[in-house]
């Protein structure tokens, strides 16, 4: 299974063109949804306003066509044959019995209505006597007259009793009927009965033709009457479109417009109630909309076109813009390609002045920059590589250096009882021909501790540190170090050292290892060269400069490996032999102290090394050599106690003998928690203590001396077998305290109580 899912990848293009374009689609989407919003609102508040406006004018019209009809039919019954009508009502017999207008009434009414009714006059006329006799007409045959006269019953009533009527509406024959009810009045000005007409509605058309709105009348929830624009509509269809999508209402919201759509065409509809007791009765104003809503759409569909073409315009114009701005990137892309493979020559054309021109000017500045750095990188790396190769050998050679501390460290212990045993056996009265051996001894315990202290000096680390120095002393311990090698290798070395040199201002350390590299050198050319050969090492003083000379007499150097013998890795020795920094190693410390090394050969006739060095201060020089030497006076010590602490047992046998001698007073103690018992018992004037012991430490011992005992504490003398380390210096150093080194000799031990003693003062 794959650890992932895999990314898809999009091309730059692509990530330009489709947030463009969906940005575009978006604001095309919100446009068009916020003209649409508008345009609809706004047609909907001129259809409010205009459904509205069509309200009142029904009104008015409803209005006017009640006044317009009282007008008309008053004037009718005041005619000359409604008089006549008015005549014949007062003198009418009727039979109270069956309350029935005579036959001669009868006809004559009759008569008159028929006259009306052809004259167009209505479309239905009921005649009502006093007693509520009725004698009904209608122009068409098919309507019930009986329905009619129930039509007019109530305003009948109204007019019987006086009061003045009012036009009313009703539905009569499934027609919309204006009915009015007029009196018929006597000469004297009394009722003699009622007249009513009832003419079919034409509301709808007139408010058609005032408005052009269409207009639907329904009663009960049934289409009386309409007007529509379409006149191919028909009733019952209407009715079932009308009942399915407008629903009947018991009360008819005046301000409520509502949209519906009939036959496909859509309309915003108002209802009006019509002002008559028949509640159920109210028109619907129609607005039509649906030419304005196609418009609408029509425009909508042509704002689409239009920005879908502005889109695809737009696309095409980014796409070549991003093609034009993606042209330069895939030379850049090209070119740091080329880069990455490492042809830095390769250059981007620069083809326009603007930022694109600009970039590509900054690629070639920068490819230049990279091919620069490149190359210190790689001089850098090299650098790194002799570092790191010096760091390796300075490793080796720590490692080294603990191993030979920890040696020689062992070593001065018993050289340490060597030496001053063999001394006090030299002032002891012996035979000659012991004391011959005794001589011998005490010499070879004598080099034995200068090539100790050589390798010691050698080994360890050591933080840079130029002080005047002897020259002649740095060549005595380098052939120290190397005289085991120089003896088996049949080398013979002949010293010529001046012995005015005056001293040099170097580092002791790095010196001594430019001369331990150098001898070696010659050592390893000899030994592979001859049998026997032979080193000469000359010191002088050239003006303000110590010379050093070292020449042998091996096979010497090619004037070709000359030139390069100071370069880092360079050797002409077999692998494994050599790492070629020694002698690069040399030239940096050499050229750090301010002198210079030189050197000369010709093939077969060996090799010469010349180094100079700046000379010391004269001052600082004097200084350092200014120590006399002292006749120490053989029983000083007598009245004097001292105390010797040490874990081993020869040496503190050999200090209890060499101030025995001087008559001190010694008592030893082999660890430090046993010379701290001793010091809470006693009384001493001065202490001798090793700075390593197991267990408590030389410094341990003084720390808990200084408290209970700190004028004795400062008359401490330490010894140690081992090189003070720099912590340790500055410990003794702050402390003022005296640190005596391993191996040491009788006249050291003397000098270094006599010294403690004359500056403290002699014990309670």
Same mark, same amino acid.
């Given at each position: 299974?794959?650890?992932?899912?895999?990314?898809?990848?999009?091309?730059?293009?692509?990530?330009?063109?489709?947030?463009?374009?969906?940005?575009?689609?978006?604001?095309?989407?919100?446009?068009?949804?916020?003209?649409?919003?508008?345009?609809?609102?706004?047609?909907?508040?001129?259809?409010?306003?205009?459904?509205?406006?069509?309200?009142?004018?029904?009104?008015?019209?409803?209005?006017?066509?009640?006044?317009?009809?009282?007008?008309?039919?008053?004037?009718?019954?005041?005619?000359?044959?409604?008089?006549?009508?008015?005549?014949?009502?007062?003198?009418?017999?009727?039979?109270?019995?069956?309350?029935?207008?005579?036959?001669?009434?009868?006809?004559?009414?009759?008569?008159?209505?028929?006259?009306?009714?052809?004259?167009?006059?209505?479309?239905?006329?009921?005649?009502?006597?006093?007693?509520?006799?009725?004698?009904?007409?209608?122009?068409?045959?098919?309507?019930?007259?009986?329905?009619?006269?129930?039509?007019?019953?109530?305003?009948?009533?109204?007019?019987?009793?006086?009061?003045?009527?009012?036009?009313?509406?009703?539905?009569?024959?499934?027609?919309?009927?204006?009915?009015?009810?007029?009196?018929?009045?006597?000469?004297?000005?009394?009722?003699?009965?009622?007249?009513?007409?009832?003419?079919?509605?034409?509301?709808?058309?007139?408010?058609?033709?005032?408005?052009?709105?269409?207009?639907?009348?329904?009663?009960?929830?049934?289409?009386?009457?309409?007007?529509?624009?379409?006149?191919?509509?028909?009733?019952?269809?209407?009715?079932?479109?009308?009942?399915?999508?407008?629903?009947?209402?018991?009360?008819?919201?005046?301000?409520?417009?509502?949209?519906?759509?009939?036959?496909?065409?859509?309309?915003?509809?108002?209802?009006?109630?019509?002002?008559?007791?028949?509640?159920?009765?109210?028109?619907?104003?129609?607005?039509?909309?649906?030419?304005?809503?196609?418009?609408?759409?029509?425009?909508?569909?042509?704002?689409?076109?239009?920005?879908?073409? +502005?889109?695809?315009?737009?696309?095409?114009?980014?796409?070549?813009?991003?093609?034009?701005?993606?042209?330069?990137?895939?030379?850049?892309?090209?070119?740091?390609? +080329?880069?990455?493979?490492?042809?830095?020559?390769?250059?981007?054309?620069?083809?326009?002045?603007?930022?694109?021109?600009?970039?590509?000017?900054?690629?070639?500045?920068?490819?230049?920059?990279?091919?620069?750095?490149?190359?210190?990188?790689?001089?850098?790396?090299?650098?790194?590589?002799?570092?790191?190769?010096?760091?390796?050998?300075?490793?080796?050679?720590?490692?080294?250096?603990?191993?030979?501390?920890?040696?020689?460290?062992?070593?001065?212990?018993?050289?340490?009882?060597?030496?001053?045993?063999?001394?006090?056996?030299?002032?002891?009265?012996?035979?000659?021909?012991?004391?011959?051996?005794?001589?011998?001894?005490?010499?070879?315990?004598?080099?034995?501790?200068?090539?100790?202290?050589?390798?010691?000096?050698?080994?360890?680390?050591?933080?840079?540190?130029?002080?005047?120095?002897?020259?002649?002393?740095?060549?005595?311990?380098?052939?120290?170090?190397?005289?085991?090698?120089?003896?088996?290798?049949?080398?013979?070395?002949?010293?010529?050292?001046?012995?005015?040199?005056?001293?040099?201002?170097?580092?002791?350390?790095?010196?001594?290892?430019?001369?331990?590299?150098?001898?070696?050198?010659?050592?390893? +050319?000899?030994?592979?060269?001859?049998?026997?050969?032979?080193?000469?090492?000359?010191?002088?003083?050239?003006?303000?400069?110590?010379?050093?000379?070292?020449?042998?007499?091996?096979?010497?150097?090619?004037?070709?490996?000359?030139?390069?013998?100071?370069?880092?890795?360079?050797?002409?020795?077999?692998?494994?032999?050599?790492?070629?920094?020694?002698?690069?190693?040399?030239?940096?410390?050499?050229?750090?102290?301010?002198?210079?090394?030189?050197?000369?050969?010709?093939?077969?006739?060996?090799?010469?090394?010349?180094?100079?060095?700046?000379?010391?201060?004269?001052?600082?020089?004097?200084?350092?050599?200014?120590? +006399?030497?002292?006749?120490?006076?053989?029983?000083?010590?007598?009245?004097?106690?001292?105390?010797?602490?040490?874990?081993?047992?020869?040496?503190?046998?050999?200090?209890?003998?060499?101030?025995?001698?001087?008559?001190?007073?010694?008592?030893?103690?082999?660890?430090?928690?046993?010379?701290?018992?001793?010091?809470?018992?006693?009384?001493?004037?001065?202490?001798?203590?090793?700075?390593?012991?197991?267990?408590?430490?030389?410094?341990?011992?003084?720390?808990?001396?200084?408290?209970?005992?700190?004028?004795?504490?400062?008359?401490?003398?330490?010894?140690?077998?081992?090189?003070?380390?720099?912590?340790?210096?500055?410990?003794?150093?702050?402390?003022?305290?005296?640190?005596?080194?391993?191996?040491?000799?009788?006249?050291?031990?003397?000098?270094?109580?006599?010294?403690?003693?004359?500056?403290?003062?002699?014990?309670?």
């Amino acid at each position: 299974m794959e650890s992932g899912k895999r990314k898809i990848r999009f091309s730059f293009r692509t990530k330009v063109l489709v947030p463009v374009v969906g940005v575009m689609v978006l604001l095309m989407t919100i446009s068009m949804g916020l003209a649409y919003r508008r345009v609809y609102k706004q047609l909907q508040l001129e259809a409010r306003i205009q459904l509205q406006q069509s309200g009142r004018e029904l009104s008015y019209l409803q209005d006017l066509h009640r006044n317009e009809m009282e007008w008309r039919y008053r004037n009718i019954v005041n005619e000359p044959k409604f008089k006549a009508v008015a005549a014949l009502a007062e003198a009418r017999p009727v039979r109270a019995s069956d309350r029935v207008i005579n036959t001669s009434a009868q006809k004559t009414f009759r008569g008159l209505i028929n006259d009306l009714i052809r004259d167009k006059v209505a479309d239905a006329i009921v005649l009502t006597t006093l007693d509520g006799q009725h004698l009904t007409v209608t122009r068409d045959p098919r309507l019930d007259p009986a329905e009619f006269e129930k039509h007019c019953a109530d305003s009948i009533e109204l007019v019987l009793h006086g009061e003045a009527s009012k036009p009313d509406f009703a539905i009569y024959g499934g027609k919309f009927f204006d009915i009015m009810s007029l009196p018929i009045m006597s000469g004297d000005g009394e009722i003699r009965g009622v007249i009513s007409f009832g003419v079919p509605n034409t509301l709808e058309n007139d408010f058609h033709e005032l408005t052009h709105s269409e207009l639907v009348l329904r009663a009960n929830n049934r289409i009386i009457a309409y007007k529509l624009a379409n006149p191919d509509i028909r009733q019952e269809a209407l009715q079932q479109e009308l009942t399915a999508k407008a629903p009947a209402t018991t009360a008819p919201l005046e301000a409520n417009i509502k949209p519906i759509t009939l036959f496909g065409d859509r309309y915003l509809y108002l209802t009006l109630s019509l002002n008559t007791a028949n509640s159920q009765l109210y028109y619907l104003v129609l607005y039509p909309i649906e030419k304005a809503m196609q418009a609408l759409e029509e425009t909508q569909r042509q704002i689409f076109l239009a920005s879908l073409i +502005a889109i695809l315009i737009g696309a095409a114009v980014v796409s070549l813009i991003v093609h034009k701005v993606s042209a330069p990137l895939k030379q850049l892309h090209v070119g740091a390609e +080329a880069i990455g493979a490492g042809d830095f020559s390769h250059r981007v054309a620069v083809a326009s002045r603007d930022e694109f021109g600009e970039l590509a000017h900054g690629f070639n500045q920068m490819t230049a920059n990279l091919k620069s750095s490149r190359e210190e990188l790689e001089n850098a790396v090299q650098r790194l590589k002799t570092t790191q190769a010096q760091l390796i050998q300075s490793e080796k050679l720590s490692g080294i250096g603990e191993f030979i501390a920890g040696v020689a460290h062992e070593l001065n212990n018993p050289l340490t009882t060597v030496m001053g045993f063999s001394e006090l056996l030299q002032q002891d009265n012996i035979s000659t021909e012991h004391k011959t051996s005794v001589d011998m001894i005490f010499k070879s315990a004598q080099r034995c501790q200068k090539i100790v202290q050589s390798l010691l000096s050698f080994a360890r680390r050591h933080q840079p540190e130029r002080k005047s120095a002897c020259v002649n002393r740095l060549i005595e311990a380098a052939l120290d170090i190397l005289s085991y090698q120089l003896r088996t290798s049949n080398i013979e070395v002949t010293s010529r050292l001046d012995p005015a040199l005056p001293n040099a201002l170097v580092d002791t350390h790095q010196i001594q290892q430019v001369l331990v590299n150098i001898l070696n050198n010659a050592r390893q +050319a000899l030994e592979g060269h001859q049998a026997r050969g032979r080193i000469t090492i000359t010191t002088a003083a050239i003006g303000s400069n110590v010379r050093i000379t070292i020449q042998d007499n091996g096979p010497g150097i090619s004037d070709a490996n000359l030139s390069k013998i100071f370069d880092p890795f360079f050797t002409t020795k077999e692998v494994g032999k050599g790492t070629g920094l020694g002698l690069s190693l040399c030239y940096g410390i050499i050229q750090e102290h301010g002198g210079s090394i030189v050197p000369s050969s010709r093939p077969g006739e060996g090799a010469t090394f010349t180094i100079e060095l700046p000379i010391a201060d004269k001052t600082a020089t004097a200084a350092l050599d200014a120590a +006399a030497a002292k006749t120490s006076d053989p029983l000083e010590g007598t009245g004097k106690k001292i105390l010797t602490i040490d874990d081993e047992e020869p040496i503190l046998e050999m200090i209890r003998g060499i101030l025995t001698r001087q008559g001190y007073q010694v008592e030893t103690a082999n660890n430090g928690e046993a010379g701290l018992a001793c010091l809470r018992q006693g009384d001493y004037d001065l202490v001798l203590c090793d700075w390593k012991m197991p267990g408590l430490t030389g410094r341990q011992v003084y720390e808990q001396l200084r408290q209970t005992n700190p004028k004795l504490a400062a008359r401490l003398i330490f010894i140690t077998g081992d090189l003070v380390s720099d912590k340790t210096r500055q410990f003794l150093d702050q402390e003022k305290l005296t640190c005596l080194p391993k191996p040491f000799s009788i006249a050291e031990v003397r000098s270094a109580i006599s010294k403690a003693l004359a500056g403290g003062t002699p014990r309670a």
